[in-house]
């Protein structure tokens, strides 16, 4: 699971590499002994060139530009952590990355460059960002590059975002209020013709992998881990209330697992309206959201009774679409295949609309082994392009 | 047709032996692809045949049969050109194309960061479904691909029968074949899903000549000499004014039979009631009348069936005689192990896979002579298809099915 945005990430990355600090420049400085020349071929595979990382000296060594596929191999000479970005000083478009580079070590960038000019960029942890000098390669067609994204870009879609994510809550407080009043009256039936627009507008919020936190557990988990499975106490929320609609529990049972439920939704609905949303999340959730509908919702691993995946995955394509809606700006002039995407996800979503049938769903089980397919190659086509959503709104410190 | 020196020396290792569906000709002998051999030995990847067909079986394997998705002929045909795009990288070699941040990693880095060449051979076919009323294609159908029928003896599962399209991979390391394959579902997976899967592998000489199947068996030495250009000719490629489409021209055609063998059963089975099914000795693999692997069983001389019984798995497979020659196939046959059966039993068997000119005249002709031998007993065909394998691709401008999309 991914709750990190980068700050943790790099929190991570120097839990790592704090202790090893000093062991680490000895190697580094054994290697350095080694490699006499700071650009080598090696025998298989592409041409290596040694390049300095460090405020006074970021990318030095690059003195023998050459097109093709290349490896960098990125020595931080500095005392502290740095990132490093190879890009083109004009349009500020990134070629290649590579983040928290440790302290006397080196990490190897892979990069293919063509004809135009380039400069490392040096970002060390603490300090402000450094240009290399800038190199030209007279030949050849360079990889694919974006200009990156910062976390100032993001905060205005992550504001948008947050603001219809809070309106999405109220609605399932009202939903879920209306499923608790039918358990509480004892009708039953009611009950479950109220359980799937409550579910469905919970899972149009997008609450992949832990986007909501502990909260997301409480009212959308299921029975995995639990020692007691579905009869677990700690078995909550809407999956809870699912399973005893619809496996003949008495509605005095669900009394409390209803009134849990509203209670864990109410709570959020409060929590979010004063917490600020992490602008990093905002990528990752247009890529986890669906990677969470292939996982739990194709295979079924979700459904406790209603029988309801297919409209689960449909309403968590609204939900990716309402992520994407917000980052689209960012997204137009860095992913060259955003049409195809949107073109993708209008078939996704007329494909799973064909899987209802008034108000019941065909159950994943259910379909054709020729729709199985169909949805599965749809489904699993998105993903692989929002992969690509997820790394370009990754945001990057540029200055 | 060029193959590796390598190969010659095991021509003469090739004339007997109990091949379990078939009992054909000539042996795939020792074990080129395997246990410290070069990479180099894979054939190259263009050309106008795929000759990943003829190439030895290598160790590990990967059968996958998938199902288009796409609706137009255009789709099709883009699938198959980026089908083709992976299958020529991943045999070539190289570093993957860097991404920057535009995407995750290109690779799954399975293999490290730059991919061997030669140490992969990938083989496409198409199924006669391919040529249903989708994408327009049914005058094109090769005149003799059909769904494969039921035969009396098989107890066929529908999940793991037929199929659009079947890719088959070899290599000498597993990691290598699921390398091959995450990459390949990866770049067409809006394109394609696959519909089965079967992984095999090819086991060492136990202790010499032919590998031996599961049942302890040596299996599938009578194969044709893949190095007789004129007799592959003969048995397995499709010519032209053959009667063929002329874009079928170079292709060939894949039967592939998923065979469970019951070798808890088997294994309770007295030594020479095996040998007698088979019709060979279990542990230096020559015919019953004979002493070495590689003599060739006499049936004049045993017209009663004395000595071989008339129902043994060879006699009826292959009766050696001027009628059954052009019936012979290529076989290009694994092992396959998956976990264990509902009722505590290991699964296992056969991944069974043969090359012809006409699955009729071939393959099916030796199915209906082996029809109730008592081998039946012992093993169930569950799965598999007809498939055409589709003529090489020629160069790098090439791609799988333009003769027939193109």
């Given at each position: 699971m991914r709750l990190a945005g980068p700050g943790v990430r790099s929190l991570r990355l120097w839990g790592v590499c704090a202790p090893a600090v000093v062991l680490v420049i000895v190697v580094a400085l054994l290697v350095l002994g080694r490699t006499s020349h700071s650009s080598r071929n090696t025998a298989a595979g592409p041409p290596h060139t040694l390049v300095e990382v460090s405020p006074g000296r970021c990318g030095r060594g690059w003195d023998d530009p050459r097109p093709g596929v290349q490896v960098f191999d990125l020595r931080n000479t500095s005392d502290q952590a740095a990132d490093v970005y190879l890009e083109d000083p004009g349009s500020r478009a990134v070629y290649g990355e590579a983040e928290g580079i440790g302290p006397g070590t080196t990490r190897a960038l892979t990069v293919r460059l063509g004809k135009g000019a380039y400069a490392l960029r040096c970002v060390p942890e603490d300090a402000d960002a450094v240009m290399g000098p800038t190199v030209r390669v007279d030949r050849g067609v360079r990889g694919p590059a974006a200009v990156a994204v910062t976390v100032h870009d993001l905060i205005p879609p992550a504001i948008a975002y947050q603001k219809w994510v809070a309106g999405g809550l109220d609605e399932t407080v009202r939903l879920t209020g209306a499923l608790r009043a039918a358990v509480d009256r004892g009708d039953l039936a009611a009950a479950r013709r109220a359980w799937l627009p409550a579910h469905l507008q919970y899972e149009r919020l997008g609450a992949a992998y832990d986007a909501f936190g502990a909260a997301d557990r409480r009212i959308n988990g299921t029975d995995a881990g639990l020692p007691r499975g579905v009869h677990d106490p700690s078995f909550t929320g809407f999956h809870r209330v699912e399973y005893g609609l619809w496996h003949g529990e008495a509605a005095r049972t669900l009394r409390a697992p209803a009134a849990g439920l509203v209670k864990a939704v109410t709570t959020l609905r409060d929590d979010w309206a004063q917490n600020r949303m992490d602008p990093a999340q905002l990528g990752l959730r247009a890529h986890e959201i669906l990677e969470n509908t292939v996982q739990f919702e194709l295979t079924g691993r979700t459904d406790y009774g209603s029988g309801s995946s297919l409209a689960t995955a449909r309403a968590n394509l609204d939900g990716t679409r309402e992520v994407l809606t917000r980052l689209r700006p960012l997204l137009a002039t860095r992913y060259a295949q955003l049409p195809g995407l949107e073109r993708e996800m209008n078939g996704a979503q007329s494909l799973l609309d064909g899987f209802r049938h008034g108000g019941r769903w065909t159950r994943p089980a259910e379909l054709s082994r020729a729709d199985r397919e169909k949805t599965d190659a749809v489904l699993g086509d998105l993903v692989e392009r929002l992969a690509s959503v997820a790394t370009l709104c990754d945001p990057r410190r540029t200055s | 047709m060029t193959l590796p020196d390598r190969r010659r020396f095991l021509r003469g290792a090739a004339l007997a032996g109990a091949g379990l569906a078939t009992g054909g000709a000539a042996a795939t002998g020792g074990h080129p692809g395997g246990q410290g051999a070069p990479a180099t030995g894979l054939p190259p990847f263009h050309g106008d045949r795929q000759l990943s067909v003829p190439a030895a079986p290598r160790r590990a394997s990967a059968f996958v049969a998938f199902d288009v998705t796409v609706d137009r002929r255009a789709e099709l045909a883009g699938l198959l050109r980026t089908l083709t795009a992976r299958a020529r990288f991943l045999t070539s070699g190289g570093t993957p194309d860097p991404v920057g941040i535009t995407g995750?990693?290109?690779?799954?880095g399975v293999l490290g960061g730059r991919l061997p060449a030669g140490a992969l051979a990938v083989t496409v076919s198409v199924g006669a479904s391919l040529f249903d009323e989708r994408f327009g294609l049914a005058a094109l159908r090769p005149r003799r691909l059909r769904p494969m029928p039921a035969f009396p003896d098989d107890d066929l599962r529908p999940d793991w029968c037929h199929g659009d399209l079947s890719v088959h991979l070899h290599a000498d390391d597993p990691d290598t074949v699921l390398h091959a394959l995450r990459d390949i579902t990866r770049h067409t997976r809006g394109g394609m899903q696959a519909r089965w899967r079967l992984d095999g592998f090819s086991s060492p000489p136990r202790p010499s000549g032919t590998p031996r199947n599961l049942m302890g068996f040596k299996d599938g030495t009578a194969n044709p000499d893949v190095t007789d250009a004129r007799l592959m000719d003969r048995l397995v490629w499709v010519g032209r004014g053959s009667g063929e489409p002329g874009w079928a021209a170079g292709g060939t055609y894949q039967v592939v039979r998923l065979i469970r063998m019951l070798v808890e059963f088997w294994d309770r089975v007295s030594l020479t009631e095996q040998e007698r099914i088979f019709g060979r000795q279990r542990e230096s693999g020559a015919p019953l009348d004979g002493d070495d692997e590689h003599d060739t069983p006499d049936y004049a001389g045993d017209p009663k069936g004395d000595v071989i019984p008339l129902d043994a798995h060879i006699r009826r497979a292959n009766p050696r005689t001027a009628a059954t020659e052009s019936g012979r196939i290529l076989r290009r046959a694994y092992n396959y192990d998956r976990g264990m059966d509902s009722n505590g039993n290991l699964d296992m068997g056969l991944l069974f896979c043969c090359y012809q000119q006409d699955p009729v005249r071939q393959f099916e002709a030796i199915q209906h002579r082996l029809a109730g031998e008592p081998l039946t007993d012992y093993v169930t065909p569950f799965g598999g298809g007809y498939f055409f394998t589709l003529p090489g691709v020629r160069d790098a401008a090439d791609w799988y099915g333009r003769g027939l999309l193109g």
């Open positions: - | 995750p990693p290109p690779d799954s």
